[in-house]
């Protein structure tokens, strides 16, 4: 069957680390693959979006990775603060711009 | 400018009624979804609308569940004749064209007793 794991429900750190968060899949082909921050009562922000002939994208403290061949994709946050304390999600898009399919998202607690 | 809007934030409504859940997407964006969200799961996906075309209607749970999105913009999904495993947090999203990030809504909180 067609699954989505995100690699622990949660994860605490203290501030200044770098947070690393990983998302497998198994028996899909994602064109892309999104991940979202999630705060509790709202819906999800987008972050980052990494396509499948990409290796890494970065954005400010914000790293992915993309392993096709593993089916795995890493999501980092480096210099971490409080704020980024949340719930971040993985999303994989089987046909570019159709629905997505999410994990369930793994809290993120960054201690001071 | 404004985000996606959604329709009531909470309902609470007793088993057996209909309810409709309002979204208001982003003015421009084509590209309309619902997903769901139970406590502990993940977002599921319930119904994708594309422009004029037919909508994927391929994650709607049962016939209880519809959906409809009139001029190309508002959209109503319409859950008939409630059961409690229907409580849950039901979010909308939008994205333009050609875009793949999706804009989520604040999501209606669902809770049918």
């Known amino acids: 069957s067609q699954k989505i794991e995100q690699n622990s429900e949660a994860l605490n750190i203290q501030e200044g680390k770098t947070a690393t968060l990983t998302c497998n899949y198994t028996n899909y082909s994602p064109a892309y693959l999104q991940w979202y921050r999630q705060d509790p009562g709202r819906g999800p922000v987008f972050l980052l979006l990494?396509?499948?002939?990409?290796k890494e994208k970065r954005k400010e403290r914000l790293k992915v990775t993309f392993d096709t061949t593993l089916k795995q994709s890493l999501f980092h946050i480096t210099a971490s603060q409080p704020a980024d304390s949340a719930t971040y999600l993985c999303a994989l898009d089987i046909q570019a711009g159709t629905a997505l399919i999410f994990g369930k998202g793994t809290t993120l607690s960054v201690s001071s | 400018g404004a985000g996606v809007s959604q329709s009531p934030s909470n309902k609470v409504t007793e088993k057996g009624k209909d309810v409709e859940l309002r979204c208001d997407p982003i003015s421009g964006h084509t590209a309309l979804y619902w997903y769901r969200q139970s406590l502990g799961q993940g977002l599921e996906f319930l119904i994708y609308?594309?422009?004029?075309?037919?909508?994927?209607k391929s994650g709607l749970p049962s016939d209880r569940f519809s959906a409809e999105r009139t001029g190309g913009s508002v959209s109503t999904l319409t859950i008939q004749r409630t059961q409690q495993e229907d409580s849950a947090v039901y979010l909308c999203?939008?994205?333009?064209?050609?875009?793949?990030?999706?804009?989520f809504g604040p999501g209606t909180r669902l809770t049918v007793l």
């Open positions: 609308f594309q422009g004029n075309s037919a909508p994927d």
């Open positions: 990494i396509r499948e002939n990409e």
């Open positions: 999203a939008s994205s333009q064209s050609g875009q793949y990030e999706q804009f």
